[in-house]
T-cell receptor, first 113, second 116 residues
Framework: GDSVTQMEGPVTLSEEAFLTINCTYT??????LFWYVQYPGEGLQLLLK?????DKGSNKGFEATYRKETTSFHLEKGSVQVSDSAVYFC????????????FGAGTRLFVKA | DADVTQTPRNRITKTGKRIMLECSQT?????MYWYRQDPGLGLQLIYY???????NKGEISDGYSVSRQAQAKFSLSLESAIPNQTALYFC????FGGGTGTDTQYFGPGTRLTVL
């Protein structure tokens, strides 16, 4: 069945460091790919998405490119801030099983001032 | 005002008690979901509903039941709570994107449930 694998955390960075959180997926069909973010004490919210191969999703300085050849959707940001401290979830939705969303296990990011 | 609301936000109960968690949405979405979040385990799907007459079990439905009272309301019940149901529970809706296959999820703030 469909699945999402993302790097284990926690990831600890200093402010202004470069961020990469790796995400790979397994899916039949042609999934849409997502990154969601969960700030402390809140529910998840959409950070960015891409619906087809080679699309780049971007928001708030974060970017991820849909790579079909490597089945990956890695999240990057050039300069993180303390306010980026959160848990990041990679996810996919596909036409398998009625377009339900499959989430990765989440990666916690700590950014130090 | 929040688009997806959950009540209560926190609840402490005892083993064997019946508990209902409620979710309401003003987004006009047909699809609604209940998830459970445990530390380090990501999100696990409990139940989902693609419209008022359609209820489906997720990956961890044992010990839970749901009711879709209207398009805007989706309740989760624990008939006889047990300690390993202590977790953070999220309700979500989605705006299924038809031919694009895009199903963006919109989450409520969560209910923290503790079963003693």
């Amino acid at each position: 069945g469909d699945s999402v694998t993302q790097m284990e955390g926690p990831v600890t960075l200093s402010e202004e460091a470069f961020l990469t959180i790796n995400c790979t997926y397994t899916a039949t069909g042609y999934p849409s790919l997502f990154w969601y973010v969960q700030y402390p004490g809140e529910g998840l919210q959409l950070l960015l998405k891409a619906t087809k191969a080679d699309d780049k999703g971007s928001n708030k300085g974060f970017e991820a490119t849909y790579r079909k050849e490597t089945t990956s959707f890695h999240l990057e940001k050039g300069s993180v801030q303390v306010s980026d401290s959160a848990v990041y979830f990679c996810a996919l939705s596909s036409n398998t099983g009625g377009f339900k969303t499959i989430f990765g296990a989440g990666t916690r990011l700590f950014v130090k001032a | 005002d929040a688009d997806v609301t959950q009540t209560p936000r926190n609840r402490i109960t005892k083993t064997g008690k019946r508990i209902m968690l409620e979710c309401s949405q003003t987004k006009g979405h047909d699809r609604m979901y209940w998830y459970r979040q445990d530390p380090g385990l990501g999100l696990q799907l409990i139940y989902y509903s693609f419209d008022v007459k359609d209820i489906n079990k997720g990956e961890i439905s044992d010990g839970y039941s749901v009711s879709r009272q209207a398009q805007a309301k989706f309740s989760l019940s624990l008939e006889s709570a047990i300690p390993n149901q202590t977790a953070l529970y999220f309700c979500a809706t989605s705006d299924f994107g038809g031919g694009t296959g895009t199903d963006t999820q919109y989450f409520g703030p969560g209910t923290r449930l503790t079963v003693l």
